[in-house]
Antibody, heavy 119, light 114 residues
């Protein structure tokens, strides 16, 4: 049974970058992808994109294209999300979730990483 | 503005039944893409409640059920309990005008147990 454990909370300055990790246990990366979803204060869930670690294939939501990078290290079954040029609008809880390729749903989810962008 | 439309809030007394709607369009639900539902309780990670329109993953109580017809879907919760209080989101795939697909969520519905 896959479990996803994310890195801890971050406080960042505007214009800086943040890198969040998501380590999977209980399975290898061979059979699924990792999606990234965020929830901003007072707002709903927002899909950012994802990666299929076995192939290195990435997909990005148009809103974040050029500002976010997904990567993965199969040896440690860890996925990463790096978001650049942060603004206060990026203050959110960032989640990784398993994305069974072709299923279009996400299960399970990591515990979330709070990213606060403040000067 | 979310691609999938949900009511901002619903409420019900313990033991009652509530239904949460999710309205889409011809580029997502109407195109045959499935809808999935998540429960997001305060301070926790979102949890998959319903997959593929009607399927309940192992461990999800049968108080939760889903349906889909055309461009609409709904989540029903029977026998409301206090710990059902939280936010509920529908999610699907949208092919869009450009043909570049993306995953989309509803705006979320806050369930209050009175």
């Amino acid at each position: 049974q896959v479990q996803l454990v994310q890195s801890g909370a971050e406080v960042k300055k505007p214009a800086s970058s943040v890198k969040v990790s998501c380590q999977a246990s209980g399975d290898t990366f061979d059979s699924y992808g990792i999606a990234w979803v965020r929830r901003t204060p007072g707002q709903g869930l927002e899909w950012m994109g994802g990666i299929i670690p076995a192939f290195g294939t990435t997909s990005y939501a148009q809103k974040f294209q050029g500002r976010v990078t997904f990567s993965a290290d199969a040896s440690t079954t860890t996925a990463f999300m790096e978001l650049n040029t942060l603004t206060s609008d990026d203050t959110a809880v960032y989640y990784c979730a398993r994305d069974v390729v072709g299923s279009h749903f996400f299960d399970p989810w990591g515990q979330g990483t709070v990213v606060t962008v403040s000067s | 503005q979310s691609v999938l439309t949900q009511p901002p809030s619903v409420s019900g007394a313990p033991g009652q039944t509530v239904t949460i709607s999710c309205s889409g369009s011809s580029s997502n639900l109407g195109a045959g893409y499935d809808v999935h539902w998540y429960q997001h309780l305060p301070g926790t990670a979102p949890k998959l409640l319903i997959s593929y329109n009607t399927n309940r993953p192992s461990g999800v109580p049968d108080r939760f059920s889903g349906s889909k017809s055309g461009t609409s879907a709904s989540l029903a919760i029977t026998g409301l309990q206090a710990d059902d209080e939280g936010d509920y989101f529908c999610q699907s795939f949208d092919i869009g005008l450009s043909g570049r697909g993306r995953e989309v969520f509803g705006g979320g519905t806050r369930l209050t147990v009175l």
